[in-house]
Protein backbone atom coordinates (compact mmCIF):
# COMPACT_ATOMS: atom_id res chain seq x y z
CA UNK A 1 0.00 0.00 0.00
CA UNK A 2 1.37 3.17 -0.99
CA UNK A 3 0.42 6.34 1.04
CA UNK A 4 -1.26 9.42 -0.35
CA UNK A 5 0.59 11.82 1.98
CA UNK A 6 0.15 15.86 2.35
CA UNK A 7 1.99 17.60 4.29
CA UNK A 8 0.21 20.29 7.34
CA UNK A 9 2.97 22.54 7.47
CA UNK A 10 6.27 23.13 7.32
CA UNK A 11 7.00 21.92 10.93
CA UNK A 12 4.52 18.62 11.57
CA UNK A 13 1.85 16.86 10.32
CA UNK A 14 0.68 15.08 7.07
CA UNK A 15 -2.84 14.11 5.83
CA UNK A 16 -2.91 10.60 5.26
CA UNK A 17 -5.19 10.78 2.10
CA UNK A 18 -8.52 8.33 0.64
CA UNK A 19 -7.70 5.79 3.47
CA UNK A 20 -10.86 4.35 5.65
CA UNK A 21 -9.28 3.53 8.79
CA UNK A 22 -12.05 1.05 9.71
CA UNK A 23 -11.00 -1.08 6.85
CA UNK A 24 -8.77 -3.95 7.51
CA UNK A 25 -5.54 -3.25 6.94
CA UNK A 26 -2.51 -5.40 6.69
CA UNK A 27 0.65 -5.54 9.12
CA UNK A 28 2.60 -4.06 6.38
CA UNK A 29 -0.11 -1.26 5.66
CA UNK A 30 -0.20 -0.35 9.04
CA UNK A 31 3.66 -0.36 9.08
CA UNK A 32 3.63 2.09 6.15
CA UNK A 33 1.25 4.25 8.76
CA UNK A 34 3.31 4.06 11.60
CA UNK A 35 6.54 5.21 9.69
CA UNK A 36 4.65 8.46 8.65
CA UNK A 37 3.81 8.59 12.31
CA UNK A 38 7.16 8.63 13.45
CA UNK A 39 8.18 11.27 10.43
CA UNK A 40 5.53 13.69 10.91
CA UNK A 41 4.71 13.43 14.21
CA UNK A 42 1.28 14.10 13.54
CA UNK A 43 -1.64 12.16 10.93
CA UNK A 44 -4.23 13.66 10.07
CA UNK A 45 -7.34 11.34 8.26
CA UNK A 46 -10.45 12.82 6.80
CA UNK A 47 -13.91 11.55 6.62
CA UNK A 48 -13.39 8.63 9.02
CA UNK A 49 -17.81 8.31 9.73
CA UNK A 50 -16.56 5.86 12.09
CA UNK A 51 -18.23 3.91 15.33
CA UNK A 52 -16.76 4.27 18.87
CA UNK A 53 -15.51 0.39 18.28
CA UNK A 54 -14.02 1.06 15.02
CA UNK A 55 -12.01 3.73 17.08
CA UNK A 56 -10.95 1.72 19.19
CA UNK A 57 -10.05 -1.03 17.26
CA UNK A 58 -7.57 1.01 14.91
CA UNK A 59 -6.05 2.70 18.12
CA UNK A 60 -5.46 -0.74 18.80
CA UNK A 61 -2.55 -0.82 15.84
CA UNK A 62 -0.79 2.18 17.81
CA UNK A 63 -0.25 -0.43 20.72
CA UNK A 64 -2.11 -1.08 24.16
CA UNK A 65 -5.15 1.72 25.30
CA UNK A 66 -5.30 3.38 28.36
CA UNK A 67 -8.13 2.93 30.14
CA UNK A 68 -8.00 6.29 31.84
CA UNK A 69 -7.68 5.30 35.64
CA UNK A 70 -5.93 8.92 36.28
CA UNK A 71 -9.10 10.94 34.89
CA UNK A 72 -12.15 8.60 35.88
CA UNK A 73 -14.82 11.63 35.47
CA UNK A 74 -13.81 12.39 32.03
CA UNK A 75 -14.07 8.16 30.37
CA UNK A 76 -17.22 7.15 28.50
CA UNK A 77 -19.55 4.92 30.68
CA UNK A 78 -19.17 1.59 28.32
CA UNK A 79 -15.98 2.26 26.67
CA UNK A 80 -13.62 2.85 29.35
CA UNK A 81 -10.84 3.28 26.48
CA UNK A 82 -12.56 6.52 25.36
CA UNK A 83 -11.95 9.93 26.81
CA UNK A 84 -14.68 12.18 26.21
CA UNK A 85 -13.72 15.76 25.44
CA UNK A 86 -17.05 17.42 25.03
CA UNK A 87 -18.67 21.12 25.91
CA UNK A 88 -21.86 19.43 25.93
CA UNK A 89 -24.19 19.80 29.07
CA UNK A 90 -25.00 17.31 31.64
CA UNK A 91 -27.98 15.54 31.14
CA UNK A 92 -29.57 17.94 34.80
CA UNK A 93 -28.31 20.81 32.83
CA UNK A 94 -24.73 20.93 35.09
CA UNK A 95 -21.43 21.76 33.19
CA UNK A 96 -19.60 18.78 31.05
CA UNK A 97 -16.64 18.31 33.27
CA UNK A 98 -14.44 18.36 30.14
CA UNK A 99 -15.64 21.45 28.93
CA UNK A 100 -11.97 22.76 29.33
CA UNK A 101 -9.80 19.91 28.42
CA UNK A 102 -6.94 20.42 27.12
CA UNK A 103 -6.91 24.22 27.33
CA UNK A 104 -3.24 25.19 28.33
CA UNK A 105 -0.28 23.58 26.18
CA UNK A 106 0.80 19.65 27.35
CA UNK A 107 1.56 16.48 26.39
CA UNK A 108 -1.01 13.98 27.31
CA UNK A 109 -0.45 12.31 30.44
CA UNK A 110 2.77 13.56 31.51
CA UNK A 111 1.39 13.70 35.08
CA UNK A 112 1.70 9.81 35.22
CA UNK A 113 4.03 7.47 35.31
CA UNK A 114 3.49 6.10 31.94
CA UNK A 115 2.79 9.15 29.78
CA UNK A 116 1.16 8.66 26.75
CA UNK A 117 2.50 7.26 23.63
CA UNK A 118 0.19 8.63 21.28
CA UNK A 119 -3.78 9.75 20.81
CA UNK A 120 -5.93 9.64 18.35
CA UNK A 121 -8.54 12.44 18.69
CA UNK A 122 -12.03 12.04 16.95
CA UNK A 123 -14.12 14.98 15.49
CA UNK A 124 -17.89 14.68 16.14
CA UNK A 125 -18.93 17.83 16.02
CA UNK A 126 -17.41 21.35 15.86
CA UNK A 127 -18.81 24.96 16.07
CA UNK A 128 -19.29 27.12 13.11
CA UNK A 129 -16.13 28.79 13.80
CA UNK A 130 -13.06 28.01 16.05
CA UNK A 131 -12.29 25.57 18.84
CA UNK A 132 -9.57 24.76 16.54
CA UNK A 133 -5.86 22.89 18.00
CA UNK A 134 -2.36 23.79 17.71
CA UNK A 135 0.54 21.18 17.32
CA UNK A 136 3.86 22.17 18.34
CA UNK A 137 7.28 20.39 17.26
CA UNK A 138 9.02 19.40 20.49
CA UNK A 139 12.02 18.18 18.55
CA UNK A 140 12.51 21.01 16.68
CA UNK A 141 12.14 22.94 19.71
CA UNK A 142 15.03 21.28 21.43
CA UNK A 143 17.21 21.26 18.61
CA UNK A 144 16.96 24.84 18.11
CA UNK A 145 18.47 25.66 21.71
CA UNK A 146 21.32 27.33 22.31
CA UNK A 147 24.26 24.70 23.47
CA UNK A 148 24.44 26.72 26.49
CA UNK A 149 20.93 26.03 27.26
CA UNK A 150 20.73 22.60 26.61
CA UNK A 151 23.53 22.29 28.96
CA UNK A 152 21.62 24.05 31.43
CA UNK A 153 18.44 21.81 30.62
CA UNK A 154 19.88 18.91 30.57
CA UNK A 155 19.48 17.56 34.29
CA UNK A 156 16.63 19.13 35.07
CA UNK A 157 12.96 17.41 35.85
CA UNK A 158 10.05 19.56 35.71
CA UNK A 159 6.97 18.61 38.19
CA UNK A 160 4.15 18.04 35.75
CA UNK A 161 0.34 18.48 37.69
CA UNK A 162 -3.10 17.18 36.77
CA UNK A 163 -5.69 20.03 36.20
CA UNK A 164 -5.13 23.34 35.44
CA UNK A 165 -2.65 25.81 35.75
CA UNK A 166 -4.29 28.76 33.65
CA UNK A 167 -7.71 28.58 34.01
CA UNK A 168 -9.61 29.54 36.61
CA UNK A 169 -12.53 27.43 36.28
CA UNK A 170 -15.24 28.01 39.07
CA UNK A 171 -17.92 26.66 36.34
CA UNK A 172 -17.02 22.60 36.30
CA UNK A 173 -13.14 22.31 37.60
CA UNK A 174 -13.51 22.40 41.66
CA UNK A 175 -14.46 18.50 42.03
CA UNK A 176 -12.92 17.26 39.21
CA UNK A 177 -9.27 18.90 39.78
CA UNK A 178 -9.33 17.95 43.30
CA UNK A 179 -10.39 14.43 42.49
CA UNK A 180 -7.26 14.57 39.92
CA UNK A 181 -5.27 16.26 42.52
CA UNK A 182 -6.41 12.71 44.98
CA UNK A 183 -5.58 9.99 42.43
CA UNK A 184 -2.60 11.79 40.59
CA UNK A 185 0.16 13.07 42.95
CA UNK A 186 3.00 15.76 40.95
CA UNK A 187 5.24 13.68 38.42
CA UNK A 188 8.84 14.90 38.25
CA UNK A 189 9.83 14.16 34.76
CA UNK A 190 13.11 14.85 32.39
CA UNK A 191 12.94 18.41 30.50
CA UNK A 192 14.54 16.28 27.59
CA UNK A 193 13.30 12.96 26.77
CA UNK A 194 15.37 10.76 24.18
CA UNK A 195 12.29 9.18 21.62
CA UNK A 196 12.69 5.33 22.14
CA UNK A 197 11.88 4.99 18.59
CA UNK A 198 13.09 7.76 16.78
CA UNK A 199 16.30 8.30 19.30
CA UNK A 200 16.15 11.71 18.83
CA UNK A 201 15.71 14.12 22.14
CA UNK A 202 12.62 16.26 22.35
CA UNK A 203 11.62 19.32 24.65
CA UNK A 204 9.51 17.70 27.51
CA UNK A 205 7.58 20.81 28.89
CA UNK A 206 4.37 22.60 28.76
CA UNK A 207 2.16 24.66 30.91
CA UNK A 208 1.06 21.80 33.41
CA UNK A 209 4.86 22.29 34.59
CA UNK A 210 4.53 24.24 37.74
CA UNK A 211 8.87 24.18 38.62
CA UNK A 212 11.91 22.14 38.03
CA UNK A 213 12.59 19.82 40.86
CA UNK A 214 15.17 21.40 43.58
CA UNK A 215 13.88 24.73 43.00
CA UNK A 216 11.53 27.45 43.64
CA UNK A 217 8.28 27.90 41.54
CA UNK A 218 9.67 31.59 41.59
CA UNK A 219 12.65 29.85 40.27
CA UNK A 220 11.41 28.25 37.92
CA UNK A 221 8.90 30.09 36.16
CA UNK A 222 11.03 32.60 33.84
CA UNK A 223 12.77 29.29 32.33
CA UNK A 224 9.58 27.22 32.15
CA UNK A 225 7.68 30.33 30.27
CA UNK A 226 10.85 30.96 28.10
CA UNK A 227 10.91 26.91 27.44
CA UNK A 228 7.41 27.03 26.54
CA UNK A 229 7.19 30.45 24.32
CA UNK A 230 10.20 28.98 22.85
CA UNK A 231 8.52 25.67 21.33
CA UNK A 232 5.28 27.69 20.67
CA UNK A 233 6.63 29.91 17.80
CA UNK A 234 4.58 30.13 14.71
CA UNK A 235 7.39 28.58 12.65
CA UNK A 236 7.30 24.99 15.16
CA UNK A 237 3.56 24.81 14.72
CA UNK A 238 0.82 23.58 13.11
CA UNK A 239 -2.92 24.56 13.78
CA UNK A 240 -5.49 22.51 12.99
CA UNK A 241 -8.93 23.47 11.76
CA UNK A 242 -11.66 20.45 12.84
CA UNK A 243 -14.12 19.24 10.33
CA UNK A 244 -16.76 16.47 11.31
CA UNK A 245 -14.98 12.94 11.21
CA UNK A 246 -11.29 14.15 11.08
CA UNK A 247 -9.51 11.76 13.28
CA UNK A 248 -6.04 12.53 14.08
CA UNK A 249 -3.04 10.79 15.81
CA UNK A 250 -0.86 12.76 17.41
CA UNK A 251 2.79 11.55 19.10
CA UNK A 252 3.08 12.70 22.90
CA UNK A 253 6.71 12.26 23.29
CA UNK A 254 7.88 15.30 20.91
CA UNK A 255 4.90 16.87 20.42
CA UNK A 256 2.79 19.29 22.23
CA UNK A 257 -0.92 20.41 21.86
CA UNK A 258 -3.43 23.15 22.78
CA UNK A 259 -7.02 23.02 22.44
CA UNK A 260 -8.18 26.69 21.89
CA UNK A 261 -11.34 27.98 23.17
CA UNK A 262 -11.87 30.53 20.29
CA UNK A 263 -15.44 29.70 19.91
CA UNK A 264 -18.76 30.29 20.58
CA UNK A 265 -19.51 28.28 23.65
CA UNK A 266 -23.32 28.17 23.15
CA UNK A 267 -22.37 25.43 19.83
CA UNK A 268 -21.07 22.31 20.59
CA UNK A 269 -17.98 20.93 20.24
CA UNK A 270 -17.87 17.44 20.55
CA UNK A 271 -14.56 15.54 20.78
CA UNK A 272 -13.30 11.45 21.87
CA UNK A 273 -9.91 10.38 22.31
CA UNK A 274 -8.04 7.27 22.80
CA UNK A 275 -4.69 7.26 24.63
CA UNK A 276 -1.87 5.14 23.42
CA UNK A 277 0.04 3.83 26.58
CA UNK A 278 3.88 4.82 26.80
CA UNK A 279 6.91 3.67 27.94
CA UNK A 280 7.52 4.41 32.17
CA UNK A 281 8.58 8.22 32.66
CA UNK A 282 9.53 9.93 35.52
CA UNK A 283 9.33 9.62 39.66
CA UNK A 284 6.88 10.82 42.20
CA UNK A 285 7.97 14.21 43.31
CA UNK A 286 9.35 14.72 46.56
CA UNK A 287 8.10 17.46 48.54
CA UNK A 288 5.37 19.24 45.75
C1 LIG B 1 -6.69 16.99 24.35
O1 LIG B 1 -5.94 17.73 24.95
O2 LIG B 1 -6.51 15.79 24.30
C2 LIG B 1 -7.89 17.56 23.62
C3 LIG B 1 -7.50 18.44 22.51
C4 LIG B 1 -8.66 19.11 21.84
O3 LIG B 1 -9.80 18.99 22.31
O4 LIG B 1 -8.46 19.78 20.85
Known sequence: ???????????????????????????AGFGEIYQAFLRYNILLFRDQNITREQH??????????????????????????????????????APSDTKYTGRQWHSDMSFTLVP?????????????VGGDTMFANMYLAYETLSDGMKR???????????????????????????????????????VVRVHPETGR??????????????MTEEESKPLIDYLVAHATRPEF???????????????????????LG????TQLRHMERTTVLGTPSGRVAQGA
Open 1 to 27: MALNLRKLSHALGAEVCGLDVSKPMSE
Open 56 to 93: IEFSRRFGELDRHDALPRDRHPRHPEILMVTNEPKPDG
Open 201 to 214: KALYIGEKVKRFEG
Open 262 to 265: DFDE
Open 116 to 128: SLGSLLRCLSVPE
Open 237 to 259: VYRHRWRKDDVMVWDNRCTMHLA
Open 152 to 190: LIAGLHGIHLSGTRKIANTETGVPRAEEQRRINPPVAQP
